[in-house]
């Protein structure tokens, strides 16, 4: 055991990456990045790596996201920590997406924003009775990246616009109901199943054999008796649409919905309703350089800083958007989250040629 940020090693026939920033959450830093990124590109081609398996310290998290706070910071100081940040772990997104060994990720505890990040793109999830899954971003006046553009627009229906608008946090169930993760195993039995696991023979197929003998049947996710309700009210064409559908419904869960709404940026909705529409239809590939424009546009605003802010730093809960309403938000203000950055687009071309 170390104090390292991340830790790596190699047990029988896996690779495996410890988060280990549990005091917060096993948030990820660009250091934490930075490790990644060829480590997993020195496993890819290790030949007595079978397979990677990827867990967070501490009972709390997988990882609750990015060290916004430190983004916040460096950001507003206008220091080049945040885009170092984002492109390190875009970059570190498209690799595990594309990575050609099993990848399995243990999302016991908090897995959110960059969180997920790390383990949705990757071959296989084990969702726990401790998960808590969620894209948050909107609260904090971002959009969900980390591939949110490609996985998001891919669950079923409208779940994915309903998930990125509202940032609602799943249960392991939940995420196993909708493809997000492949098998669900108590918390208890996951020490066990990381040993049965180091005897893999690399293939998907034996990772899933393996955890099915610790895993239990999923018989009830809460997200099913959401479904109806969801495709009712998500799958209108903008988010104007979407908020008059939940206001015209007196109805409790359409009501609550409607509420947690009104309290996210304004902005963020609308750049991420776009976002998820035009993720739909491009490649994983496409989607992160999509997201690295986004971010850098994020970067200059005033919502990223003032929702952080609100919720993580003074935590009054109280951000002040601008613009403080969905009205007042003009498409020139969502168009620039996705304008072209001439001679700074995401560099994927090292990692595509490696995989
Ligand atoms: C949205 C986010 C994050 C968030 C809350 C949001 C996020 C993140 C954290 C976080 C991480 C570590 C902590 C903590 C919060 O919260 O990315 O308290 O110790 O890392 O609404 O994207």
Sequence with gaps: MSDAEIEFNVVGNVGRILLNRPKALNALTLNMCQLLLPRLRAWKNDSAVKAVVVAGAGEKAFCAG???????????????YPREFWSTEYRCNVLIKRFP???VALIDGIVMGGGVGLSVHGGYRVATDKTTFAMPETGIGLFPDVGGSYFLPRLPGSTGVFLGLTGKRLKGPDCVALGLAQAYVPHDRLAALE??????????????????????????????????D????????????????????????AQAQLTALK?????SMKTTFKQIKLGGTLSFEDCMRME??????????????EGV????????????????TLAEVTDAQVDAYFAPLPGDELELNDIIAET
């Design 66 to 80: 990015g060290d916004v706070v430190r983004l916040y910071e460096d950001g507003k100081a206008r220091k080049p």
């Design 101 to 103: 060994k099993p990848y």
């Design 195 to 228: 040993e049965a696991l180091t005897k893999t023979d690399g293939t998907l197929e034996n990772v899933a054999t393996i955890t099915k003998a610790f895993a239990e049947p999923v018989t009830h996710a809460p997200i099913e008796a959401e479904r109806a």
């Design 230 to 253: 969801i495709e009712k009210h998500f799958s209108h064409g903008s988010v104007e649409a979407i908020l008059d559908s939940l206001a015209s419904d007196s109805g409790e869960w």
């Design 263 to 267: 309290t996210k940026s304004p902005l």
């Design 292 to 305: 690295w424009r986004m971010a850098n546009r994020a970067a200059l605003d005033n919502d990223f800083y």
């Design 309 to 324: 802010r609100a919720l993580l730093v003074d935590k009054d809960n109280k951000p002040q958007w601008k613009p403080a």
